[in-house]
């Protein structure tokens, strides 16, 4: 054992296997049906979402690593020395390296996330790549304000939300996000996110709508972890994935489209499907830079500085809590 610190701290203990049945049967019985899109990242979702990462038609990592590379100095250049960079969501923490490697003088590391895993594995590399940083993971839901470790609290706070997470939510439930993360990062915090850009919509689909299918499998994995974890007996071969996007909402929908009339058993309930009819999956919003400003605005943060790759298709905004 390296450090005892690198041991994950946990914040509150949701049900999830409980949590899981309550919304899907919930979802699933609904006028027009609905899955959280939560649901898609269990390990087999997370391990395909990392495919789509990597898929040529994907343009979003891709895009937003290279402005990183490109104004991490920047980036990093009002991270006052002895401050914490927190991060929601964080995974595996790649992106990350990117902007510690430019805060030599950072005091503390504290990335928050629900995967025990994933954080202690990150935890561990940064820990040994930047062995100056005190790093401090919370195993926790971002959606919920967080409390840093009591020997951080007076020091100043910069939050880092790469990857256009903020875009699967609507619009009034990421403003709610940003203000829970305006009381996480305090008065005169700083918040570094990444978001997804509006572009033509034909790109837009083939990103979510890959020709290897790595996408299509991503979104069946949800019924296939129903199947698993639920005892579901859905028929994945009856179901055929559907990306769209919706101007009027300026977002991407993943939907799982019934190929037959048919019906599902899923903890004993009995789910009737029309053919045609479609499950929505997932929401990927898409904002200019000046709607993500106003979005921000909304929140009570103040628009600092904004970087985009060279072709315009991803945005990285630095944001002051007022
Ligand atoms: C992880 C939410 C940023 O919306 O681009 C990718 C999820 N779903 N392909 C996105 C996703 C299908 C992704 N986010």
Redesign the pocket.
């Known amino acids: 054992m390296l450090n005892p610190s690198l041991r994950p701290l946990s914040e509150g203990n949701t049900d999830e296997a409980h949590e899981f049945a309550t919304e899907v049967l919930q979802g699933l019985s609904r006028p027009s049906k609905t899955l959280p899109c939560r649901f898609l990242y269990d390990a087999r979702g997370s391990e395909l ?1 990392e495919k ?1 990462t990597r898929l040529p038609e ?1 343009y ?1 990592t891709r895009a937003e690593t290279s402005i990183l590379k490109a104004h991490a100095e920047e980036m990093a250049a009002d991270v006052p020395d002895g401050g914490v960079l927190v991060e929601f969501g964080s995974g595996s923490s790649l992106k990350t390296e990117l902007l510690l490697e430019r805060l030599p003088r950072l005091r503390a590391y504290v990335p928050v996330d629900v995967s025990q895993s994933a954080l202690a594995d990150a935890s561990q590399r940064l820990a040994a790549r930047f062995p100056w940083l005190d790093v401090r993971p919370i195993v926790a839901d971002f959606a919920y304000p967080v409390a840093l470790p009591a020997h951080l609290a007076w020091r100043h706070r910069t939050g880092f939300f790469p ?3 903020i ?2 939510l609507m619009p009034v439930q990421a403003s709610r996000l940003l203000h829970v993360f305006r009381k996480v990062l305090s008065t005169g915090g700083r918040l570094i996110v990444g978001i ?1 850009l509006k572009k033509d919509p034909g790109k837009l689909v083939r990103a ?1 709508d890959d020709t290897a299918g790595v ?1 299509a499998t ?1 979104n069946l994995n949800l019924l296939a972890r129903i199947n698993r974890e639920l005892g579901g007996n859905f028929d994945l071969r009856a179901f055929k994935h559907r990306a769209v996007y919706n101007a009027r909402e300026g977002r ?1 929908e ?1 939907h799982l489209v019934s190929l037959k009339d048919q019906s599902v058993r899923i903890r004993g309930r009995r789910i009737p499907f029309r053919a045609g009819e479609s499950v929505h999956t ?1 929401n ?1 919003y898409k904002y200019s830079v000046a709607q993500f400003q106003d979005l921000a605005r909304s929140a009570n943060w103040l628009p600092s500085r904004v970087w985009t790759d060279p072709c315009g298709l991803f945005s990285v905004h630095k944001l002051i809590s007022a």
């Open positions: 979402f789509i994907y979003p990857g256009s997470t875009g699967n997804d979510y996408t991503f991407i993943m997932e990927s």
